[in-house]
């Protein structure tokens, strides 16, 4: 299993959250709301980038990716939940067609899990894309990296540009935005900020022209305040988990343990057994059904779906 750094759930450092930056009135100028999405943003940088923090980024990054799935589904007119979300993906068998709701949660998951230190990580984003607009993406990107102004204001330039070309693209505009924003902060991969509180509203205005920088930024702030404290119970979670590692005599235990903080859902039937995801480490299914029960019985994760069959598990 990848080394963690150790933690002691009891000197998990209290959440950091300022009065004067989450629950305040939305701001209702640009300066406010550019300075409160700035510093929502650094005390989220913080938890990302801080191994010390203990905060689980790679499963923090898939819930997030649920949830813009979520709001992505609602913009195109589709009210499903994140758990109709993950019947959709989970359950569908390779090769079969997800239908919009799966292929939503695909679509972020991919996009999200993007690595912006990789050369070819635009030919990864335009692979998610339609070719009429992998044709343009190339040059807004260089205009978008060449232009001044703050992080967000280069992610609004290209979700505008998307929004204004291609009105029935909002997900894709969305995705943009966020790679654009986690680019100029140095991320390592995009954390759905734009795709979790930008909605159908905005994008309109965008697509007819209007100012939505002020309205961004409103939103940002939210995202990234919300991110934060999903950050900090995760990490609280997730140090649970790890320190009942230990205790646990099933081969392959290990590299499980590491799956359940990577996946915000894990499906035993396909992601434990045959083989661990993410591993080449064999279970069989009776292994992976007991070590969910040994699990679950030590409080750290639990079952997410309350079928009697084709069960998820999570982080408890």
Not at 122 to 149: A, F, K
Not at 259 to 288: H, Q, W, Y
Request: charged share 20%.
């Amino acid at each position: 299993m990848t080394q963690l750094p150790e933690h002691d759930p009891d000197a998990l450092p209290n959440p950091i959250l300022p009065s004067w930056i989450f629950d305040r009135p939305t701001p209702d100028c640009r300066e406010d709301a550019a300075f409160s999405s700035g510093a929502s943003l650094s005390l989220l940088h913080v938890l990302l980038c801080d191994p010390g923090r203990g905060v689980p980024v790679d499963l923090l990054r898939s819930r997030m990716a649920l949830r813009a799935a979520v709001n992505g589904s609602k913009i195109e007119g589709r009210r499903v939940t994140g758990a109709e979300l993950r019947d959709a993906y989970l359950l569908t068998l390779p090769g079969d067609a997800m239908g919009p709701d799966g292929d939503m949660l695909a679509f972020w998951r991919l996009g999200t899990a993007i690595s912006l230190q990789h050369a070819g990580w635009q030919g990864r984003l335009q692979d998610l894309m339609s070719e009429d607009i992998q044709e343009h993406l190339p040059n807004w990107v260089d205009q978008t990296e060449n232009m001044q102004g703050n992080p967000v204001a280069k992610s609004v330039s290209i979700m505008t540009r998307i929004a204004r070309t291609f009105p029935r693209q909002e997900a894709v505009g969305l995705l943009c935005a966020d790679i654009v924003l986690a680019g100029s902060l140095g991320w390592a991969r995009p954390l759905p900020l734009f795709g979790l509180h930008v909605n159908r509203k905005i994008l309109r205005a965008a697509s007819e022209g209007g100012d939505i920088g002020p309205t961004c930024h409103a939103a940002i702030a939210d995202a990234a305040q919300d991110a934060v404290r999903l950050a900090h119970d995760l990490a609280r979670r997730a140090a649970r988990l790890r320190d009942v590692a230990p205790r646990l005599r099933s081969k392959g235990a290990d590299e499980a343990i590491s799956l359940f903080l990577t996946e915000d859902a894990v499906l035993p039937s396909t992601m434990l057994s045959p083989t661990i995801s993410g591993s080449k480490t064999p279970m069989t299914s009776r292994s992976a059904r007991r070590l969910c029960e040994r699990l679950i019985g030590l409080g750290v994760i639990r079952e997410l779906t309350g079928r009697a069959t084709f069960r998820f598990y999570g982080v408890a």
